[in-house]
Each structure stands twice: as structure tokens, then as C-alpha cells.
């Protein structure tokens, strides 16, 4: 099981099978954790991630456009 996050969002650039591939990084970061996951973004050029841990704390890539707002706001 999936032990690795809470969530996991990674964004590629666009491309005919980008949302397929978003899909396998943020499944791998899941899976695998922050510390071994990051480290393969170097592999898919363009690629960004933000990931939120079992223990509520947020880890971004540096080039991550966008607001993450944990724990959520009413």
C-alpha cells in the first residue's frame, strides 16, 4: 500500500501523454516517499511536484507555480 503521502500533484508540460505521466509520478511519489521520489523528477524535464506527507507537511519542487494551503481553510 501507499504509505508515502496524504497527496501527491505533479505537473508536466504538455505533450500527448502528459496527463498519463503526471499521473505515474505522482502515483511513484505515493509509493515511494518524498526523499527517494524528488529525485526522479531530474528524469522528465519540465516536471514539478508538490507532495503532502501522512504527517501533514508540505514538500514542493523548486519550480511548483501554485498555492498549497495545509491544513485546509474554511
Same mark, same amino acid.
Given at each position: 500500500p501507499a504509505t508515502g503521502c496524504m497527496s501527491a500533484t505533479v505537473t508536466v508540460p504538455g505533450g500527448p501523454q502528459a496527463g498519463e505521466q503526471a499521473d505515474a509520478l505522482a502515483t511513484v511519489f505515493c *509509493? &515511494?516517499?518524498v526523499e527517494k521520489s524528488f529525485?526522479? &523528477?531530474r528524469f522528465v524535464p519540465g516536471a514539478e511536484? *508538490? *507532495?503532502i506527507t501522512p504527517e501533514g507537511k508540505v514538500h514542493r519542487s523548486p519550480g511548483f507555480k501554485g498555492s498549497v494551503q495545509w491544513p485546509p481553510t474554511d
Open positions: *509509493v &515511494l516517499g529525485p526522479l &523528477l511536484a *508538490v *507532495v
